[in-house]
């Protein structure tokens, strides 16, 4: 499946963005789709997740209460709403998606096969 990202840009501190995701090939039926991030000089980090098992969200601690993921009904896009954005959450954002749905592996960039280009997101006044 080849994903491509897109939604980012420039926002205010205290802003929001809505990312997207979009499967081509086939839908997301069956996968895991998931957000990571990379700001520069740091590793690739973990930023929210969604099983096709039961389509319970998981977050990192740090986007808690102000991210939410999501996918369409056709499960063709995965999105990631953004709200309340701060300056740390300055990043190259990337989807992510694994026919895997095995609950202790959905933080771990290398549990992912398929990867979006990535999207930047810039929060800054």
């Known amino acids: 499946v080849q994903l491509q990202a897109s939604g980012g840009g420039l926002v205010p501190p205290g802003g929001s963005l809505r990312l997207s995701c979009t499967a081509s090939g086939r839908t997301f039926i069956g996968y895991t789709v998931a957000w990571f991030r990379q700001a520069p000089g740091k590793e690739r980090e973990f930023v929210a997740a969604i099983r096709s098992t039961n389509s319970n969200p998981y977050y990192a601690d740090s986007v808690k209460g102000r991210f939410t993921i999501s996918r369409d009904s056709a499960k063709t896009t995965g999105f990631l709403q953004m709200s309340r954005l701060k300056p740390e959450d300055t990043a190259v954002y990337y989807c992510?998606?694994?026919?895997?749905?095995?609950?202790?592996?959905?933080?771990?960039?290398?549990?992912?096969?398929?990867w979006g280009q990535g999207t930047q997101v810039t929060v800054s006044s």
């Open positions: 992510a998606a694994t026919p895997s749905g095995i609950l202790s592996t959905l933080r771990i960039p290398s549990s992912y096969e398929h």
